[in-house]
């Protein structure tokens, strides 16, 4: 069991600041606002809603057009893909310690799914979309950052917040955004909910890329001259199948579906397969990119047909370096100083977080709330970690703003 250092009189005056702020009706009102990440109507409320709540700081609070981004429709045509405006704040740019702060105000839920509604459960815990996942995580950040604005230290810290809009769906949108607010900071801190209902938080971080490969062929009658044609389908399958078998410790792959083909006596000439990679390391990564040149040359050679590729790994592999391993320790340390017992370890899963890291910048991406069974409609908050959360971060910010990060 951990036996708490005191805190000094004006740490423990900022902790309560942040575990006082109102960030339960926070979430009960945000999490009634659907904002599923192509709900762009929700997106706008839900970024109004979260620019006018971090006005309480200093800075000057503004929404952001998304970066242009397009995807592969099931003809094959590349479509232009909208997303949301993007909360971006900036505080104290010349303060000798730079942090970002991030987060997402999207969730996995469309605006037509059934779940919408907040509901209190038997065992104390708030169901409802995006409680945990991650608008619990938004207020614990806010309620951290209102409070070290109280303390002496407050000078020494500056900061900037970046809440996208577009997470859940890769952040095509926002990653531009990102990256130039990673530039030049010491550390950051992603608000996703920790790894485990104990508080966990996650460790390194396989990458992530997502493909889409249109095959064309050429269309014949499937009994008159099928050997005139040039399968889509197949050509489309043997791609997924010599993936597949190319997965392997470090690398998986999950040939996730196939669009096209047509009428029963054609051979097919139109074909997209959509894949997914997890690298788990940068060598392992670009293993993959090899992996994928390799397998679309000889299946569009052995088929006779021309293979596009669109896509990329717009998540880089997350590890554990010496200079996360630092800031986890600090994070460590100063749950210690709380009674809690706080490790971390490594995740199937991706975020912002994995950005962040490829930016050079050491991540904690776990620091939101407590909670379980999230991108489901079981998706639920532990209320007692909210004021738990905030005073964690409240202590790490304070801690780095004194210089406690090295």
Known sequence: MNHPAPLDREEAHILERAAAAPMLAQVERWAAINSGSRNLAGLALMAGELASAFAVLPGDVALLEAAP?????????????????????????????????????????????????????????????????MKGGIAVMLAALSAIEASPLAPRIGYEVVINSDEEVGSAGSAPLIARAARGKAAALTYEPSALPDGTLAGARPGSGNFSAVITGRAAHAGRNPEDGRNAIIAAADCALRLARAARAGLSVNPARIDGGGPNNVVPDHAILRFNLRPATPEDEAQARAIIDAVIAEV????????????????????????????????????????????????????????????????????????????????????????????????????????RHA
């Open 69 to 133: 981004a397009d995807a592969v429709a099931a003809d094959g045509a590349r479509v232009a893909i909208a997303h949301g405006r993007n909360l971006h704040l900036a505080v104290r740019p010349d303060a000798p310690v730079q942090i970002l702060l991030t987060g997402h105000m999207d969730t996995v839920f469309a605006a037509d799914h059934p779940f919408q509604a907040l509901r209190w459960l038997p065992d104390g815990t708030l169901n409802g979309p995006g409680v945990a996942d």
């Open 300 to 403: 569009a050679a052995e088929h006779g047909v021309s293979i596009h590729l669109h896509g990329g790994f717009g998540r880089p592999p997350k590890p554990m370096d010496a200079a996360a391993e630092r800031l986890y320790a600090l994070v460590r340390d100063c749950g210690a100083d709380l009674g809690l017992k706080l490790g971390w370890k490594p995740t199937g899963g991706v975020c912002d977080g994995n950005n962040i890291a490829a930016c050079g910048v050491p991540v904690v991406d776990t620091m939101g709330v407590r909670g379980g069974a999230i991108h489901s409609g079981e998706e639920y908050l532990i209320v007692d970690s909210l004021g738990e959360r905030a005073r964690l971060s409240a202590l790490v910010l304070l801690r780095l703003a004194a210089g």
